[in-house]
């Protein structure tokens, strides 16, 4: 790590993550009013100017949860684990583990208890939580979601076209990805890595590799990776949160991709195969040569955390490039001392409705789980303190045994 990261440095920068954690634990909705039904849920997005919100999905409550046991794991402030078990409730409610639905059983429905839709790669960040939640409290009750959610993804995956991409119930049925390759969609295989550190069950592993696979198919010469493996394939990309910046081929670009590199470095450490990690660095240089821009928001923090898990596993420092643009991209975006306990702590930024989100206004009047939860996560790493979790190829594997994981190898 660079030694530009001192005691006071690296304390400074776990304050900020921890007020970001606190921002998850302040603007929860717990004082509700009437049959309002919402209560434990996380936000998606803060309208700070006319002080209106909508309330989270899964992959919310997952990312949201991604923070909080950090932040619970360095400090044992009993806070940040309450209001994470609170959210995992919500979770528990999308997750119908009915065994009459033999085919989807375990997938997570995406905004509400009674959906007829379950993505597999927001579901998969739930899913993800709810195993990080396992490796703080040993409650066997997580860990028996996170699996049963990645044994949904290995039941339905096939060699020729890979994980499902959703499912539904009425009637029962799931649902492949058409052709070509989608790199994001890969980042579905994450938290089949969290439950082999978790389980050492040996059947998640064919999955992450060709998850793997799959990505390096979507990656340039240069280093960068495209959305999709063939982009004649599909018409030029608006600008969103993942995609869409520069001209021509370039806005095919990832610029925020979801966390796949944990999946790449998943299946380097899996199969000892220098070619995962050689793509990865990589993709780390081209984003030191090319990133960050100010737009999407939320894409710096995805970046630096891929730039410093990269150089953790190829036994680099590139923490300098990530400390040189922290402030603009990462510190700036973080409200503090508004006097408003649904916005401070969390980090503006909304990218998913163009320049704003849905009451209108500007990106920067937002405060969203998606720019908080990856900052969070780059602030995690720079303190020494936490992994960034749900996002990294190290959220559980330096820590395997912290609670008597269930081992049963099967390889």
Same mark, same amino acid.
Request: charged share 20%; aromatic share 12%.
């Given at each position: 790590?660079?030694?530009?990261?001192?005691?006071? +440095?690296?304390?400074?920068?776990? &304050?900020?993550?921890?007020?970001?954690?606190?921002?998850?634990?302040?603007?929860?909705? !717990?004082?509700?009013?009437?049959?309002?039904?919402?209560?434990?849920?996380?936000?998606?997005?803060?309208?700070?100017?006319? !002080?209106?919100?909508?309330?989270?999905?899964?992959?919310?409550?997952?990312? *949201?949860?991604?923070?909080?046991?950090? =932040?619970?794991?360095?400090?044992?402030?009993?806070?940040?684990?309450?209001?994470?078990?609170?959210?995992?409730?919500?979770?528990?409610?999308?997750?119908?583990?009915?065994?009459?639905?033999?085919?989807?059983?375990?997938?997570?429905?995406?905004?509400?208890? %009674?959906?007829?839709?379950? #993505?597999?790669?927001?579901?998969?960040?739930?899913?993800?939580?709810?195993?990080?939640?396992? %490796?703080?409290?040993?409650?066997?009750?997580?860990?028996?979601?996170? /699996?049963?959610?990645?044994?949904?993804?290995? /039941?339905?995956?096939?060699?020729?076209?890979?994980?499902?991409?959703?499912?539904?119930?009425?009637?029962?049925?799931? $649902?492949?990805?058409?052709?070509?390759?989608? =790199?994001?969609?890969?980042?579905?295989?994450?938290?089949?890595?969290?439950?082999?550190?978790?389980?050492?069950?040996? /059947?998640?592993?064919?999955?992450?590799?060709?998850? *793997?696979?799959?990505?390096?198919?979507? @990656?340039?010469?240069?280093?960068?990776? $495209?959305?999709? @493996?063939?982009?004649?394939?599909?018409?030029?990309?608006?600008?969103? %949160?993942?995609?869409?910046?520069?001209?021509?081929?370039?806005? $095919?670009?990832?610029?925020?991709?979801?966390?796949? +590199?944990?999946?790449?470095?998943? *299946?380097?450490?899996?199969?000892?195969?220098?070619?995962?990690?050689?793509?990865?660095? /990589?993709? #780390?240089?081209?984003?030191?040569?090319?990133?960050? %821009?100010?737009?999407?928001?939320? =894409?710096?923090?995805?970046?630096?955390?891929?730039?410093?898990?990269?150089?953790?596993?190829?036994?680099?420092?590139?923490?300098?490039? +990530?400390?040189?643009?922290?402030?603009?991209?990462?510190?700036?975006?973080?409200?503090?001392?508004?006097?408003?306990?649904?916005?401070?702590?969390?980090?503006?930024?909304?990218?998913?409705? #163009?320049? *704003?989100?849905?009451? #209108?206004?500007?990106?920067? &009047?937002?405060?969203?789980?998606?720019?908080?939860?990856?900052?969070?996560?780059?602030?995690?790493?720079?303190?020494?303190?936490?992994?960034?979790?749900?996002?990294?190829?190290?959220?559980?594997?330096?820590?395997?045994?912290?609670?008597?994981?269930?081992?049963?190898?099967?390889?």
């Amino acid at each position: 790590m660079s030694s530009a990261l001192t005691e006071k +440095v690296r304390t400074q920068f776990l &304050d900020r993550a921890l007020l970001a954690a606190d921002w998850f634990v302040n603007s929860q909705l !717990k004082n509700l009013i009437g049959c309002d039904a919402n209560l434990g849920r996380f936000l998606y997005s803060y309208f700070m100017p006319e !002080k209106k919100y909508v309330p989270g999905l899964n992959w919310t409550h997952g990312r *949201a949860l991604f923070v909080l046991t950090d =932040a619970y794991n360095i400090t044992g402030d009993k806070r940040y684990l309450d209001a994470a078990e609170l959210g995992a409730r919500y979770i528990r409610a999308l997750q119908p583990l009915d065994p009459y639905y033999s085919i989807t059983c375990g997938a997570i429905t995406e905004r509400y208890p %009674h959906e007829n839709f379950a #993505g597999a790669l927001n579901g998969a960040q739930a899913a993800s939580g709810m195993l990080m939640l396992y %490796h703080c409290t040993g409650n066997p009750d997580y860990l028996r979601r996170g /699996r049963a959610f990645c044994d949904f993804i290995a /039941r339905n995956w096939r060699r020729d076209v890979g994980m499902p991409r959703h499912a539904s119930y009425y009637p029962e049925q799931v $649902y492949y990805p058409g052709a070509p390759i989608d =790199a994001v969609h890969q980042a579905t295989a994450i938290p089949l890595w969290h439950c082999y550190n978790i389980t050492g069950e040996g /059947r998640y592993v064919e999955i992450l590799v060709d998850a *793997a696979d799959r990505v390096l198919t979507c @990656q340039r010469e240069d280093g960068g990776i $495209y959305a999709i @493996q063939d982009i004649r394939a599909m018409e030029a990309l608006p600008l969103n %949160h993942h995609w869409g910046l520069g001209d021509g081929n370039d806005r $095919y670009l990832l610029r925020s991709d979801d966390g796949i +590199v944990v999946v790449v470095l998943a *299946a380097y450490k899996l199969t000892g195969d220098a070619r995962y990690l050689d793509a990865m660095v /990589r993709y #780390g240089e081209w984003t030191m040569k090319n990133e960050p %821009h100010v737009r999407p928001y939320n =894409a710096f923090g995805i970046q630096a955390n891929n730039v410093l898990d990269i150089a953790q596993a190829a036994n680099n420092d590139w923490t300098p490039w +990530v400390l040189a643009n922290v402030h603009k991209h990462c510190l700036d975006l973080q409200m503090l001392d508004s006097g408003d306990p649904m916005a401070d702590g969390g980090f503006r930024g909304e990218d998913e409705e #163009g320049n *704003a989100g849905i009451f #209108g206004g500007q990106a920067l &009047d937002y405060v969203v789980t998606r720019t908080t939860c990856y900052l969070a996560g780059t602030l995690f790493r720079l303190s020494g303190k936490g992994t960034g979790s749900g996002f990294s190829v190290y959220g559980l594997g330096d820590q395997i045994d912290r609670v008597a994981p269930i081992r049963t190898k099967t390889r």
